[in-house]
Structures are given as structure tokens and as C-alpha cells.
């Protein structure tokens, strides 16, 4: 079994071709990583990584709590970015593709939490 697949992204993706919107929507969603791993124990941690690696549906609701770290943060609009340049416009292996798609928010479900987000807004705003 393999830790990550982003050892081998170097290979599929060079960061200076990519737009500075999927550029920030990436690095968004990885800092949602950061801020969750933030607020873990040490032990936490260690249960973290091992139910990553073992439990697929932990795998699912840590990688989505990323995405929502990033929507929170105002980078939905980037994350949609780099979902649409990693599943329509990367060279990226069909195997890490299928994996964006079961773990990941999809780009309906991103667009639909953009909508709902856009309406609080404006609603706060009348």
C-alpha cells in the first residue's frame, strides 16, 4: 500500500502550469489538512494516521473536512478550480483521478455548498 500518491505528481503536474486560482484552491485544501491536524493530540494524531490508511470512509470524511476547511477560509471558488483542473484538464493517472472522486467533495456537492454559501451571505447583508 502506498502512503500518497502526491510523490508522484511532479510527474503529471508542474506547478507553473497551473492557474494562481487552482494553485490556491490546492494549497487551501491542504492547509484544511493542517488546521484539522492543528487541533490533534499526539495520540489523536497516530489514530488519525491509522484510520486514514485502514478505514476508507475516515479517509472520505477527513479529506472532505479539508475541502470544507478551504470553503470556510473563502477558497471554494479555488477549490472548484483545482477540482475541474485535476478531473478534466490533468494528465493525472486515471487511479488518482477515481480516488478524487470517492474521497473527495465532487464538484456538485462543491457547487452546492458555494450556492448555500453565497445565500448566507446575502442574507446576512439585508
Known sequence: MQISDHLQLRNYVRIEELSTKELQGWFAH???????????SVLSLI????SYLLI?????GAERRA???AIEHGFGTELM???NFILDKSTL??????RIRR???SPTELE????????QLLATHE
Open 47 to 50: 489514530r488519525f494516521l491509522f
Open 81 to 83: 478550480a483545482t477540482k
Open 103 to 105: 474521497y473527495y467533495l
Open 30 to 40: 491542504e492547509l484544511g489538512h493542517v488546521m484539522d491536524y492543528q487541533r490533534r
Open 67 to 69: 475541502d470544507l476547511f
Open 56 to 60: 476508507p470512509n475516515y479517509r472520505m
Open 112 to 119: 452546492e455548498l458555494l450556492v448555500q454559501q453565497s445565500e
Open 93 to 98: 493517472p486515471e487511479r488518482y483521478k477515481k
